[in-house]
């Protein structure tokens, strides 16, 4: 049976809401994402749940704050037992390397740049995402989020690389703009990819149809 690489995002209030598609695609995808909805709600509860239900946690909390908080937040996440973690590089490299050094060293720091895959593509944008994703390599962060028109450039930084914006070719794009298909970002040379809404309503779908 082939596992997918993808990290379903379980964008709710709560664990429960999601039971049913958790149970499909148990053994079919990489990982689950924990985002800021669902840990605000639940608290850090769900991800102790979801780890003992064998699932791989992302914990999506796009980290931004002074050095201290960053590196003590990457500890108590590291207690709670994520796999992944994210943080905004533009929290800047003293906060970057304070994470890398209280983290546990099974927790897998994910770098988010400042172009969210929410905001359409410009000239500016990948000048941007370089020098941010150079600042998370020099911070030895294991890797970065990385939005789709980004990818071909960010694989000579890093093997770890996680794209969400993930879109099928029918799908309505909802607040994504800089976006692709599952098969082209992991042809690109993204690792893992992030499906919410694509997948919610028809989790079968990535077991019966989806070409990754
Ligand atoms: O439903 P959809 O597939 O658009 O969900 C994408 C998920 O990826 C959401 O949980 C969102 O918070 C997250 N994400 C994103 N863009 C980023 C980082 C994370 O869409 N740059």
């Not at 791989?56 to 709670?80: C, E, R, Y």
């Not at 988010?112 to 998370?136: C, G, M, R």
Request: hydrophobic share 40%.
């Amino acid at each position: 049976m082939s596992v997918k690489p993808i990290f379903f995002a379980l964008d709710g209030k709560s664990l429960k809401e999601f039971e049913k598609q958790l149970d499909i695609l148990k053994d079919h995808i990489y990982g689950v994402k924990v985002g800021l909805e669902l840990f605000t709600s639940e608290g850090p509860s769900c991800v102790e749940q979801l780890k003992s239900d064998g699932w791989v946690v992302f914990l999506d909390l796009k980290l931004h704050d002074i050095p201290n908080t960053v590196g003590q937040a990457a500890t108590s996440v590291s207690n709670i037992g994520a796999d992944y973690l994210t943080l905004h590089i533009s929290s800047g490299q003293e906060a970057l390397l304070e994470a890398v050094n209280k983290k546990s060293k099974d927790l897998n720091l994910l770098g988010v740049s400042s172009a969210l895959t929410s905001k359409a593509v410009d000239s500016s944008t990948s000048k941007i995402v370089e020098n941010e994703f150079q600042i998370a390599k020099d911070s030895n962060l294991e890797g970065v989020i990385c939005p789709a028109s980004e990818i071909a450039n960010t694989t000579n930084l890093f093997d770890l690389i996680v794209t969400p914006g993930i879109r099928l070719e029918n799908d309505l794009r909802g607040d994504q703009k800089n976006i692709t298909t599952p098969k082209k970002a992991i042809e690109l040379g993204a690792k893992y990819i992030v499906m919410g809404r694509s997948i919610k309503n028809n989790p079968s779908m990535v077991i019966n149809e989806l070409e990754v």
